[in-house]
């Protein structure tokens, strides 16, 4: 599971990133670059799940100990 999370967390900066670059900053909710804010902020969710996954393993597996 903790695999599957930084695998997923890669592939959402990533992903944010590419869009970064297809974002257009004189026009940023217009056309494609529309399109790149959303999927940037879509990303970025993923990234803080994933860490809110991971530290929820953490605590689980201190509190079997």
């Known amino acids: 599971m903790k695999l ?12 944010a990133l ?3 670059f297809k974002l257009d ?6 056309g494609d670059s529309q399109i790149a804010v ?3 902020i879509a990303a970025l969710c993923v990234v803080v799940l994933m860490w809110i996954m991971l530290t929820s393993l953490k605590i689980k597996e201190k ?3």
């Open 4 to 15: 599957f999370c930084k695998i997923m967390m890669i592939i959402a900066g990533a992903s």
């Open 38 to 40: 959303i999927s940037i």
């Open 63 to 65: 509190s079997k100990a």
């Open 18 to 20: 590419f869009n970064v």
């Open 25 to 30: 900053f004189n026009q940023p909710f217009n």
